[in-house]
């Protein structure tokens, strides 16, 4: 079995607060908007 490192661990953590503060908020803006989320894009 791998086994991730401590480094990985930290950015799999980053990555999931990323998309529970910015992207899971916004879902429905994201999926049906007209305009690209230029703030999260960035």
Do not use: C
Not at 16 to 27: G, M, Q
Request: charged share 30%; glycine share 2%; no cysteine.
């Amino acid at each position: 079995m791998i086994e991730w490192s401590e480094q990985h661990q930290q950015i799999r953590d980053m990555v999931r607060r990323f998309v529970d503060t910015e992207i899971k908020p916004n879902l429905e803006a994201l999926d049906h908007g007209a305009t690209p989320p230029y703030d999260v894009l960035r």
